[in-house]
């Protein structure tokens, strides 16, 4: 699965996550090429913020920019 491809197809919350799923697993693959190594925090955060704004009383929003 080609990473760029994904990213430009990113235009929802889901697709989201699986974008970050591939690229954890490009990083795991080619862990010298990279210097973030925060993606599965940043995959599991996204795909439970729901979670976090049902605990603070707020709605999801709707078109995150």
């Known amino acids: 699965m080609d ?3 994904l990213a430009n197809g990113v ?5 989201l996550v699986e974008f970050l799923f ?8 080619n862990k010298d ?3 973030n ?3 599965e925090s940043l995959e599991a955060w996204l795909n439970d913020c729901d ?6 009383g707020e709605e ?3 078109n995150i920019s």
Request: proline share 3%; charged share 40%; glycine share 4%.
């Open 33 to 35: 090429e990279w210097e």
């Open 22 to 29: 591939y690229l954890q697993k490009d990083f795991k693959e």
């Open 51 to 56: 979670g976090a704004f049902q605990n603070k």
């Open 60 to 62: 999801m929003p709707k």
């Open 3 to 5: 990473i760029y491809e």
């Open 11 to 15: 235009d929802s919350k889901e697709k």
């Open 37 to 39: 190594i925060t993606l």
